[in-house]
């Protein structure tokens, strides 16, 4: 069965903080692995992704972490700001079946100024 | 603007009326998604469409939903006798076909009384 585990559900932390939010998958098929923020009232927004044949990305202050042999995947945001308090999500694409993304349940991420 | 544009954003209905809502995709994506996304929860997948083939529905979506999407431009999501379980926010995303980005629309959020 397809599914992406997220945890934690939320997360609280300082300005200058570095939130870590991790996710773990079953299936080895997933071939792409998005994180989406999400902000009240919004749809969701790509933020950063990664392919499994690479163990690190970075854009900005956010980075993914990607362990393929543990089947896990991480987020790291650098410096975090109040203005990234919002909901995170991974996801993982199937590219079967039409290239299907399964989300995870979503951290809720408050930074305190 | 060129992003996805979902109407209405937000619907209140009575138990037991139909419901639509109108997804206009970004214009040269020929993939189109619905998703369900309940309180607290990830987006949940409902069905897609490639160009104006539906290819993959989900069990979530039951014989009281149907989509379409004719010419494949736009697509429509209606929902018949509406139940309270049915509230949640209904986004709509598209993406074009050799690439793994998947853009949201800003939902439409069903509330069923």
């Known amino acids: 069965q397809q599914q992406v585990k997220q945890s934690p559900q939320s997360l609280i932390v300082q300005k200058g903080g570095i939130p870590i939010i991790n996710c773990a998958y079953e299936n080895t098929a997933f071939d792409y692995f998005p994180w989406y923020q999400q902000f009240p009232g919004k749809g969701p927004a790509l933020l950063i992704a990664?392919?499994?044949?690479?163990s690190e990305k970075k854009e900005g202050r956010f980075t993914i972490s990607f362990n393929k042999s543990a089947k896990q995947f991480s987020l790291h945001i650098m410096d975090s700001q109040p203005g990234d308090s919002a909901t995170y999500f991974c996801?993982?694409?199937?590219?079967?079946?039409?290239?299907?993304?399964?989300f995870g349940g979503g951290t809720r991420l408050m930074v305190k100024p | 603007d060129t992003g996805v544009s979902q109407n209405p954003r937000h619907k209140i209905t009575k138990r037991g009326q139909n419901v639509t809502f109108r997804c206009d995709p970004i214009?040269?994506?020929?993939?189109l998604y619905w998703y369900r996304q309940t309180l607290g929860q990830g987006p949940e997948f409902l069905t897609y469409f490639q160009n104006e083939a539906q290819l993959e529905k989900s069990r979530l979506l039951s014989d009281r939903f149907s989509a379409e999407r004719p010419k494949g431009s736009f697509s429509t999501l209606e929902i018949q006798r509406t139940e309270q379980g049915d509230s949640a926010m209904y986004l709509c995303?598209?993406?074009?076909?050799?690439?793994?980005?998947?853009?949201f629309g800003e939902g439409s959020r069903l509330t069923v009384l």
């Open positions: 996801a993982a694409n199937s590219p079967v079946g039409g290239n299907m993304l399964t």
């Open positions: 990664i392919r499994p044949d690479v």
């Open positions: 214009s040269e994506h020929n993939r």
């Open positions: 995303a598209s993406r074009t076909t050799n690439t793994g980005e998947l853009f």
